[in-house]
């Protein structure tokens, strides 16, 4: 079993920056595939980021390409999601979750999830 914990949510004005955590625990943090999505109030749940645990691949969702990054601490069981410029876009549960898999963006490729960070981007 996987145990994922979000944290680093929070208020942030737009055109500013955040950093999520994840801290996993449970099987191997090295040999699994990692990802970040998040959900809207009244919208379905969209693909982030994703990192592998080969090579530390990454794939970013094309709206966040050159704005986010996914990194993976390994020795700390954390995964991590650097945010830059955000949107307003109002408040966001951003979610952490875990692959036996292979890199992929859909939500139903992961096994494991957190229960959410909230993050807010105002004006």
């Known amino acids: 079993q996987v145990h994922l914990v979000e944290s680093g949510g929070g208020l942030v004005q737009a055109g500013g920056s955040l950093r999520l955590s994840c801290a996993h625990s449970g099987r191997r943090f090295s040999t699994t595939t990692m990802g970040w999505f998040r959900q809207a109030p009244g919208k379905e749940r969209e693909f982030v980021a994703a990192i592998s645990w080969i090579l530390d691949n990454t794939v970013y969702a094309d709206s966040e390409k050159g704005r986010f990054t996914i990194s993976r601490d390994n020795p700390e069981n954390t995964l991590y999601l650097q945010m830059h410029d955000l949107k307003m876009d109002g408040t966001t549960v951003y979610y952490c979750?875990?692959?036996?898999?292979?890199?992929?963006?859909?939500?139903?490729?992961?096994?494991?999830w957190g229960q959410g960070t909230q993050v807010a981007v105002s004006s």
């Open positions: 979750a875990a692959s036996q898999g292979t890199l992929g963006v859909m939500a139903a490729g992961y096994e494991y």
